[in-house]
């Protein structure tokens, strides 16, 4: 069997970005207000998992570390079909960077037990900075490809992939146990059906707080965040519009020097 784990971050929704406040004192994101939702990219890397159980014998692990309410979406990838699900859920978590993050997961997996494959978004809608998957697999100590945007060869214990480049892309071949971020073009992810909802339903959620994972509080949430965030600003974006009249070549001129004067030329 192919033990896969899918790391999947509940983010605010971001049809509703404009109702994401930051606190003033922890310069972190107050998810409170705004429904959180599966990160997308993290439906790309379930449906991966999904894909693969439908040709071999594949266990799916979905994994989160969030608020209580992040269990909604632990259930919806139990409803999509994953086998089992965890969160991470404890105060002493909050407000981790990527690295105290990939940390906590990396102990959450460990306490799992059984992986062959990890997979994760390239980026998570909020924060994305790109760094929790390559963390996890360095504090694991196994390999890790980004970017993923085509599974070649999946053998039970060595990967070939396509990872995205600019112009392009490489041919990866990887010894498993490894870490695998994926873009979006990777797949489509399927969305829920009525019998996936009905079949979660009792499939338990294993919740595990800081004392299930056994390090000390100095290791995670904002303790543990070797980076602080010291100002969270939100920018005021305005856009202006400006007639520019004459003719096609004067228009033209009026238009170089412009973007002359602004430094775009
Ligand atoms: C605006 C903003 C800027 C930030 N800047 C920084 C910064 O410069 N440095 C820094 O260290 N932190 C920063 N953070 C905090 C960082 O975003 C959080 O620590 C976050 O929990 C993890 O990083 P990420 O969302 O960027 O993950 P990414 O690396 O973008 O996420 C990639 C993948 O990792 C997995 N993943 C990430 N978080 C979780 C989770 N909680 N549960 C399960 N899987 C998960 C998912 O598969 C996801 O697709 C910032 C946060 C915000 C909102």
């Given at each position: 069997?192919?033990?896969?784990?899918?790391?999947?971050k509940a983010v605010p929704d971001p049809?509703?970005?404009?109702?994401?406040?930051?606190?003033?004192?922890?310069?972190?994101?107050?998810r409170?207000?705004?429904?959180l939702v599966v990160n997308p990219?993290d439906?790309?890397?379930?449906?991966?998992?999904?894909?693969?159980?439908?040709?071999?014998?594949?266990?799916?692990?979905?994994?989160?570390?969030?608020?209580?309410?992040?269990?909604?979406i632990?259930?919806?990838?139990?409803?999509?079909?994953?086998?089992?699900?965890?969160?991470?859920?404890?105060?002493?978590?909050?407000?981790?960077?990527?690295?105290?993050?990939?940390?906590?997961?990396?102990?959450?997996?460990?306490?799992?037990?059984?992986?062959?494959?990890?997979?994760?978004?390239?980026?998570s809608s909020d924060g994305?900075?790109?760094?929790?998957?390559?963390?996890?697999?360095?504090?694991?100590?196994?390999?890790?490809?980004?970017?993923?945007?085509?599974?070649?060869?999946?053998?039970?214990?060595?990967?070939?992939?396509?990872?995205?480049?600019?112009?392009?892309?490489?041919?990866?071949?990887?010894?498993?146990?490894?870490?695998?971020?994926?873009?979006?073009?990777?797949?489509?992810?399927?969305?829920?059906?009525?019998?996936?909802?009905?079949?979660?339903?009792?499939?338990?959620?294993?919740?595990?707080?800081?004392?299930?994972?056994?390090?000390?509080?100095?290791?995670?949430?904002?303790?543990?965040?070797?980076?602080?965030?010291?100002?969270?600003?939100?920018?005021?974006?305005?856009?202006?519009?400006?007639?520019?009249?004459?003719?096609?070549?004067?228009?033209?001129?009026?238009?170089?020097?412009?973007?002359?004067?602004?430094?775009?030329?």
């Amino acid at each position: 069997m192919l033990n896969i784990i899918v790391c999947v971050k509940a983010v605010p929704d971001p049809k509703e970005a404009c109702n994401i406040k930051i606190d003033p004192h922890s310069k972190t994101l107050m998810r409170c207000d705004v429904p959180l939702v599966v990160n997308p990219l993290d439906k790309n890397a379930m449906e991966a998992a999904l894909q693969l159980k439908e040709q071999f014998d594949v266990h799916i692990s979905v994994l989160s570390m969030g608020p209580p309410e992040a269990g909604n979406i632990v259930k919806e990838c139990l409803a999509l079909g994953a086998d089992q699900g965890f969160l991470l859920c404890d105060p002493a978590f909050g407000g981790a960077d990527a690295y105290a993050t990939a940390f906590t997961l990396a102990k959450g997996i460990e306490k799992i037990g059984a992986y062959d494959v990890i997979i994760c978004g390239m980026a998570s809608s909020d924060g994305s900075t790109e760094w929790v998957g390559p963390e996890i697999a360095a504090i694991l100590n196994i390999p890790v490809v980004t970017m993923v945007k085509e599974i070649v060869e999946s053998d039970r214990d060595r990967w070939k992939v396509k990872a995205s480049l600019e112009n392009g892309y490489r041919l990866m071949q990887v010894k498993l146990p490894a870490v695998f971020t994926v873009t979006r073009d990777l797949n489509t992810p399927r969305t829920l059906s009525f019998s996936g909802i009905i079949k979660a339903r009792t499939k338990e959620i294993t919740r595990w707080a800081i004392s299930d994972l056994g390090v000390p509080a100095e290791a995670v949430g904002l303790k543990g965040s070797p980076t602080i965030v010291s100002e969270l600003s939100s920018t005021e974006s305005k856009r202006e519009a400006e007639i520019i009249a004459g003719t096609r070549e004067e228009k033209a001129e009026f238009l170089v020097q412009k973007l002359a004067d602004v430094g775009v030329l």
